[in-house]
């Protein structure tokens, strides 16, 4: 019989052989998966050093507008009334920069007036769950006077408020401006009295109940000769003068206006009977009779005076009585007043007496 004996066979064709190759091909497979992640890890490594530049680049910026406007960011934790300040608040507030904060101690920067409308808005929004802006009065630790505008929201975590945050802003300018505007619209420049403009609103409010009693107008006797010998500089600083001095004999007015060159008004209370008013207008004649010291010159004016009381017509007319008065006390020779009076019985018309 033939040899029973076997030939050995390739030795690819054996099956651990044949599993030997597949294991000799896993370390390339597994050296191109870490070579891939690593590529994508240094992607995202170059990304994310990339937003950081970014983010740096857009804080600089924002660090730099907060400085140039004056406006910082703040947040206090509730309930724990923890703050939070960026730089620019602490400036604000002329305290060192990362300083340790006290609510209670910084609350005490505010005024009172200021510190009540803070308190009333903060609580109403922590309550409602929304915000405010407010602006507000301070004065610093360092003791400067400032106005800031302070915006907040609320912030709630399952319907729990847990913190508050906003912007605080210094609007001192501003304020200053606005007032400097406010002024200006409604007071004289020269004299610092109410203006026209002022005094015809306050009289325009008498029927919305805040009620006059009477009208007076006042007329300078005498200044037009003044403004003509000495010039316009004395001029301005002889009316000036009297200004001061006719404000300082109606300490019970309502309001004293300079409603035209050398024309004046003051407005009373309904508490002043005749008697109280025709005095009160005695004592501005009998003042403005006096010299007035004006750059080394001792000047002389007079004053007439035009009366009306509410009782005599609408409110709408009593500037046009009062005027009428007026030419009445000038028509009986001056430095007199007399009150205008209606004429009841003719026809509707009036007379000052």
Excluded at 61 to 84: K, M, N, Q
Excluded at 249 to 262: F, K, P, T, W
């Amino acid at each position: 019989m033939p040899d029973a004996s076997c030939t050995p066979k390739d030795p690819a064709s054996l099956p651990g052989k044949r599993m030997g190759q597949g294991s000799a091909d896993e370390p390339r497979h597994d050296a191109a998966t870490i070579a891939r992640l690593e590529a994508e890890l240094a992607a995202q490594a170059a990304l994310i050093a990339s937003q950081d530049v970014s983010l740096a680049h857009s804080r600089k910026i924002f660090d730099r507008a907060s400085a140039a406007a004056r406006i910082g960011v703040w947040e206090c934790s509730l309930p724990d009334e923890r703050l939070t300040w960026t730089d620019v608040v602490y400036d604000l507030f002329d305290l060192p920069r990362g300083s340790v904060l006290d609510r209670g101690e910084i609350i005490k920067c505010y005024p009172a007036e200021s510190r009540k409308a803070l308190d009333s808005l903060r609580g109403r929004a922590i309550a409602e769950r929304s915000g405010f802006t407010l602006d507000a009065e301070i004065t610093t630790v360092a003791g400067h006077r400032r106005w800031i505008r302070i915006t907040a929201t609320v912030e709630c975590e399952a319907d729990v408020p847990v913190r508050i945050f906003g912007m605080k802003q210094d609007i001192t300018e501003e304020k200053i401006l606005s007032d400097r505007m406010r002024y200006l619209a409604e007071f004289d420049a020269m004299t610092g009295l109410a203006n026209r403009a002022r005094f015809q609103a306050r009289l325009g409010h008498t029927e919305e109940g805040r009620p006059v009693g009477a009208l007076l107008l006042i007329d300078l006797d005498g200044f037009k000769a003044v403004n003509d010998t000495f010039g316009h500089v004395v001029g301005d600083e002889c009316l000036k003068a009297a200004a001061e001095r006719l404000a300082g004999g109606c300490g019970e007015a309502e309001l004293v206006a300079r409603v035209g060159g050398d024309e004046f008004a003051v407005l009373l209370g309904p508490h002043l009977d005749r008697a109280a008013v025709s005095g009160m207008a005695r004592h501005l004649i009998e003042a403005m009779a006096k010299p007035l010291p004006v750059r080394g010159q001792s000047l002389r004016l007079g004053a007439s005076v035009g009366i009306a009381f509410t009782e005599a017509g609408q409110p709408c007319d009593l500037f046009m009585q009062a005027d009428t008065a007026l030419y009445a006390a000038k028509a009986a020779g001056r430095n007199t007043f007399r009150i205008f009076k209606a004429e009841g019985q003719v026809k509707g018309h009036s007379a000052a007496a």
